[in-house]
């Protein structure tokens, strides 16, 4: 079942690498530096970003470890295509990472551990690849507010009759988005001095902005792509003018993330 996930997982992002490399980026971009800001690495050598997609956390992890070697690893090798070429750029599972044991003076996960169908397994992974003393950073999603752009989009392609999302992509999230359960798993994974808030999320697309990025990036995504041609034209034609009736805020994406930070 794990192969399972991962193998959707890489096929998802795979196929969505040039549609990610833009604004949704650089909105997570935002958490992954300011969760980044809470470890101190001015004495790193050697720094990696799992899940580092189009690397648009890399250069700040530069400016944070002057000193230290910056990696970027991703499951994906089209995203790792996107990311800047000066940098250390290597495929790889967060599950089964491809660094030597006590390696890595630091390991920053944004928007990653959600992803893993084991996550214990890529936790006892961190640990092993860091150095004793080593820092551990994470961003998660928690709680959503709601999202009356969002509620349209679903309720327009029920009632076309689009396939069930074949691709399932948060089997962790009821673990990396309540911050006891989050807490627990660290800690049983041997992680000390644990420490996770909750912060608030927020993005503000235009209409076009939300249309565009709904139809290539999530489930929903996936779901219309299923639809026959005509239907999926038609779907597509429905929910644009029915969102066209929505007001500037009901775009609005907004809720909570979790930043954790560990050694």
């Known amino acids: 079942m794990t192969q399972l996930f991962t193998a959707a997982i890489r096929e998802n992002y795979a196929a969505v690498a040039t549609a990610y490399d833009g604004p949704w980026a650089d909105v997570l971009a935002v958490h992954a530096r300011a969760v980044a800001d809470r470890l101190d690495l001015t004495q790193a050598r050697r720094v990696a970003e799992i899940g580092c997609g189009p690397g648009r956390l890399l250069s700040h992890l ?15 090798e089209a995203m790792l295509r996107k990311a800047p070429a000066r940098f250390g750029r290597v495929v790889g599972d967060a599950q089964a990472l491809p660094f030597a044991e006590d390696s890595l003076d630091a390991i920053v996960m944004p928007f990653v551990l959600f992803h893993l169908p084991d996550l214990p397994s890529a936790l006892s ?15 998660t999603w928690s709680g959503h507010d709601p999202h009356p752009a969002y509620e349209v989009w679903v309720r327009v392609i029920d009632e076309y009759d689009a396939p069930p999302d074949p691709s399932p992509q948060m089997p962790s999230n009821a673990v990396t988005s309540d911050p006891g359960n989050l807490e627990t798993a660290l800690r049983q994974a041997q992680f000390d001095r644990v420490e996770i808030t909750i912060e608030r999320f927020r993005h503000q697309p235009t209409a076009a902005e939300f249309l565009a990025h709904s139809q290539v990036i999530g489930s929903m995504a996936r779901r219309i792509a299923l639809l026959p041609a005509d239907r999926r034209q038609e779907c597509l034609a429905t929910a644009e003018r029915e969102l066209a009736g929505l007001g500037p805020e009901d775009f609005t994406e907004s809720g909570t993330v979790l930043y954790t930070t560990a050694s």
């Open 125 to 139: 992974e961190v640990r092993r690849a860091l150095v004793p003393g080593g820092s551990f950073a994470a961003v």
């Open 62 to 76: 530069e400016q944070l470890a002057p000193q230290a070697e910056i990696i970027g690893a991703d499951l994906t």
